[in-house]
Nanobody, 114 residues
Protein backbone atom coordinates (compact mmCIF):
# COMPACT_ATOMS: atom_id res chain seq x y z
CA UNK A 1 0.00 0.00 0.00
CA UNK A 2 0.97 3.59 -0.66
CA UNK A 3 0.08 6.56 1.52
CA UNK A 4 0.00 10.03 -0.01
CA UNK A 5 0.12 13.42 1.71
CA UNK A 6 -0.45 16.63 -0.23
CA UNK A 7 0.61 20.14 0.73
CA UNK A 8 0.92 23.58 -0.79
CA UNK A 9 -2.67 24.61 -1.38
CA UNK A 10 -4.05 27.97 -0.33
CA UNK A 11 -5.60 31.24 -1.41
CA UNK A 12 -4.07 33.21 -4.26
CA UNK A 13 -5.17 36.07 -6.49
CA UNK A 14 -5.92 35.58 -10.16
CA UNK A 15 -2.66 35.46 -12.12
CA UNK A 16 -0.72 34.15 -9.15
CA UNK A 17 1.16 30.90 -8.61
CA UNK A 18 1.12 27.97 -6.23
CA UNK A 19 3.20 24.81 -5.98
CA UNK A 20 1.57 21.63 -4.77
CA UNK A 21 3.56 18.73 -3.38
CA UNK A 22 2.57 15.12 -2.79
CA UNK A 23 4.81 12.78 -0.81
CA UNK A 24 4.36 9.02 -0.99
CA UNK A 25 5.30 6.48 1.66
CA UNK A 26 4.86 2.75 2.01
CA UNK A 27 5.37 0.54 -1.06
CA UNK A 28 6.95 3.35 -3.08
CA UNK A 29 9.17 0.98 -5.08
CA UNK A 30 6.09 -0.20 -7.00
CA UNK A 31 4.82 3.25 -8.02
CA UNK A 32 4.59 3.81 -11.77
CA UNK A 33 2.43 6.80 -12.65
CA UNK A 34 1.64 9.70 -10.34
CA UNK A 35 -0.64 12.61 -11.03
CA UNK A 36 -3.23 15.13 -9.98
CA UNK A 37 -6.98 15.36 -10.29
CA UNK A 38 -9.18 18.22 -9.14
CA UNK A 39 -12.76 18.53 -8.04
CA UNK A 40 -14.66 21.81 -7.87
CA UNK A 41 -17.87 22.20 -5.85
CA UNK A 42 -20.79 20.59 -7.65
CA UNK A 43 -18.57 19.16 -10.40
CA UNK A 44 -17.06 15.81 -11.14
CA UNK A 45 -13.43 14.89 -10.65
CA UNK A 46 -11.26 15.86 -13.63
CA UNK A 47 -7.74 14.82 -14.55
CA UNK A 48 -5.20 17.64 -14.46
CA UNK A 49 -1.78 16.11 -15.17
CA UNK A 50 0.16 12.85 -14.94
CA UNK A 51 3.79 11.77 -15.02
CA UNK A 52 5.20 8.27 -15.42
CA UNK A 53 8.32 6.90 -13.77
CA UNK A 54 10.01 7.37 -17.15
CA UNK A 55 9.17 11.07 -17.16
CA UNK A 56 6.39 11.05 -19.74
CA UNK A 57 3.81 13.70 -18.99
CA UNK A 58 0.21 14.42 -19.83
CA UNK A 59 -1.69 17.68 -19.32
CA UNK A 60 -5.35 18.46 -19.64
CA UNK A 61 -6.00 21.12 -22.27
CA UNK A 62 -7.26 23.59 -19.68
CA UNK A 63 -3.84 23.69 -17.91
CA UNK A 64 -1.42 23.35 -20.83
CA UNK A 65 1.15 26.13 -20.79
CA UNK A 66 0.26 27.12 -17.22
CA UNK A 67 0.90 24.03 -15.04
CA UNK A 68 4.00 21.84 -14.85
CA UNK A 69 4.18 18.40 -13.25
CA UNK A 70 7.46 16.91 -12.04
CA UNK A 71 8.72 13.99 -9.95
CA UNK A 72 11.29 14.29 -7.21
CA UNK A 73 14.74 12.73 -7.49
CA UNK A 74 13.68 9.77 -5.36
CA UNK A 75 10.52 9.30 -7.51
CA UNK A 76 8.27 9.19 -4.44
CA UNK A 77 7.26 12.85 -4.61
CA UNK A 78 5.24 14.62 -7.29
CA UNK A 79 4.92 18.37 -7.70
CA UNK A 80 2.45 20.55 -9.55
CA UNK A 81 3.67 24.06 -10.33
CA UNK A 82 0.63 26.17 -11.13
CA UNK A 83 1.16 29.55 -12.79
CA UNK A 84 -1.26 32.12 -14.23
CA UNK A 85 -4.01 30.79 -11.99
CA UNK A 86 -7.61 31.61 -12.83
CA UNK A 87 -10.72 31.64 -10.62
CA UNK A 88 -11.95 28.55 -12.50
CA UNK A 89 -8.91 26.65 -11.17
CA UNK A 90 -10.50 26.79 -7.72
CA UNK A 91 -10.93 23.19 -6.54
CA UNK A 92 -9.69 20.49 -4.21
CA UNK A 93 -6.59 19.02 -5.82
CA UNK A 94 -5.99 15.31 -5.21
CA UNK A 95 -2.79 13.43 -5.77
CA UNK A 96 -2.76 9.79 -6.85
CA UNK A 97 -0.21 7.04 -7.38
CA UNK A 98 -0.51 3.81 -9.36
CA UNK A 99 1.20 0.59 -8.31
CA UNK A 100 -0.83 -0.28 -10.52
CA UNK A 101 -3.60 -0.09 -7.93
CA UNK A 102 -4.54 3.53 -7.44
CA UNK A 103 -3.96 5.23 -4.09
CA UNK A 104 -5.26 8.72 -3.27
CA UNK A 105 -4.23 11.57 -1.04
CA UNK A 106 -6.67 13.50 1.12
CA UNK A 107 -6.69 16.56 -1.15
CA UNK A 108 -5.58 20.15 -0.75
CA UNK A 109 -7.77 23.19 -1.35
CA UNK A 110 -6.75 25.75 -3.98
CA UNK A 111 -8.78 28.95 -4.08
CA UNK A 112 -8.16 31.62 -6.72
CA UNK A 113 -9.81 34.98 -6.14
CA UNK A 114 -10.69 37.34 -8.96
Amino acid sequence: QVQLVESGGGLVQSGGSLRLSCAASGSIFSITTMGWYRQAPGKGRELVATITNHGSTYYADFVKGRFTIARGVTQNTVYLQMNSLKPEDTAVYLCYAETPYRSWGQGTQVTVSS
